[in-house]
């Protein structure tokens, strides 16, 4: 009588993260008359994204063998099957050495992200030492032709400097005393011009003021025969109204002569001021004509010293002009070089922030590599406490299977 065996299919969890089912193949022992029972196995489950594998949560699957008895008696005692134990030592061994291939593979890979990202490391050191290198180099360079331009555009202006101080010496000082005389003689003469000014416009004023007065005697005049004819038409009214004949002694006074003599009097009068305010108006005309005639020929020749040096001013203001168009072009390329470095230190610092950037997601990657590598590692002690469990399960079984067979055995030679 035999006992066919047969174990229920389970998935581990390391099965379950990498693909692939463990499957048990069926187990037949010859035994002899036992009851049926039930075995009770725990299957641990680890979650791939925790690094401690949670032992609390248990799988529990109860195993019902199913019996079935054969009698096969060759010679003086029965044979056993033990092709179970091979076929689960054939499948240990086989998942132990994949496991050590697997293992060995991420080892290598880990080694060689290490390896890259240490040369990465390196060539970031280098680019960082080559960048304050050019950083520490090219400013000075720029700094030093600057100052090369600035001292050759210095010596430039000093002997400019020398060349016109020597000229004004080989002129001499009689020409520069001549040139205060007739600066000192042009300042004279614009103050007796300004002087002369204000007295005309004095007598402009005085000229002016005589003409209102003659204009408010003539006013008057005329007001007073006004009053005059009205006052001779109301008399003539009043005697032609009341009719009265009046016979003085003394002789009636000529009104008309009386304002005759008035306005002759008042227009000699004004005659004679305007005649006065032009005589002094022509006599002060002819004094500055006088003094306008006999300045200018120094007026003349003042104008000729000062058109000479606008020139000189001229000349100097296009020596300067050049230099400064000489020093701006400097100044220009300057700025052009600084931009240039800048760009060159910006594609530097854009090139070390790529590497950093790189280097980070090596990182990243390494330390995803590691948390893989403790999940498999993690896994790979759920599979051993796994394996453990089974192998404590299969030793119990073959020894509860073992000893009734052996007491079959003995009870069939005591038998014969």
């Keep these: 009588m035999s006992q066919s065996y047969s174990s229920s299919q389970r998935v581990s969890s390391y099965r379950r993260t990498f693909g692939g089912s463990p499957v048990f193949p069926r187990a037949s022992f010859g035994s002899k008359g036992s009851s049926g029972s039930s075995v009770t196995s725990r299957v641990y489950q680890v979650s791939r994204t925790s690094a401690v594998p949670s032992l609390s949560t248990f799988r529990t699957t109860r195993v019902t063998p199913l019996r079935s008895y054969q009698s ?4 003086a005692g029965e044979l056993l099957d033990f092709s179970l134990a091979d076929a689960m030592n054939q499948e240990f061994l086989q998942t132990r ?7 060995q593979e991420l080892n290598d890979r880990f080694a060689n992200y290490i390896e890259k990202v240490r040369f990465l490391e390196q060539q970031n050191a280098l680019m960082v030492a080559e960048v304050n290198r050019l950083r520490g180099k090219e400013p000075t360079r720029v700094a030093e032709m600057y100052e090369e331009e600035l001292r050759e555009l210095r010596r430039q202006v000093d002997l400019l400097t020398n060349q016109r101080a020597r000229v004004e010496v080989e002129r001499g000082g009689p020409g520069e005393s001549l040139l205060q005389e007739e ?14 000014r204000a007295d005309v416009d004095a007598a402009t004023l005085a000229r002016i003021d005589l003409e209102r007065r003659i204009e408010s005697l003539q006013e008057e005049i005329a007001f007073l ?9 109301e008399l003539q009214a009043q005697l032609q109204e009341q009719h009265i004949q009046v016979e003085m002694d003394i ?8 304002l005759r003599d008035i306005r002759a009097q008042y227009e000699s009068i004004a005659a004679k001021n305007i005649a006065e305010a032009e005589e002094w108006y022509k006599s002060k005309v002819s004094d500055l004509t006088q003094a306008a005639n006999k300045n200018n020929d120094a007026l003349r020749q003042a104008k000729q010293e000062m058109l000479e040096y606008r020139h000189q ?14 020093n701006d072009s400097l100044m220009r390329q300057m700025r ?3 931009e240039r470095f800048a760009g060159e230190a910006g594609g530097y610092q854009d090139t070390i922030a790529r590497l950093e950037e790189e280097i980070r997601h090596l990182k990243d990657e390494m330390a995803r590599h590691l948390r893989e590598y403790q999940d498999l590692l993690n896994v790979k002690m759920a599979l051993d406490v796994e394996i453990a469990t089974y192998r404590k399960l299969l030793e119990g079984e073959e020894n509860r299977i073992s000893i009734p067979m052996h007491q079959t055995f003995a009870s069939a030679l005591n038998f014969r």
């Design 225 to 233: 025969k006004k009053v005059h004819e009205e006052e001779i038409r």
């Design 336 to 338: 052009e070089m600084e």
């Design 97 to 103: 050495t994949n496991e050590k291939v697997e293992l």
């Design 251 to 258: 002789s009636k006074p000529d009104l008309t002569a009386a």
């Design 72 to 75: 096969a008696y060759q010679g």
């Design 313 to 326: 001013i001229q000349s100097y203001t296009c020596e300067i002009d050049a230099l400064k168009g000489t």
């Design 183 to 196: 600066i000192q003689l042009k300042e004279e003469a614009e103050n007796n011009l300004a002087a002369f």
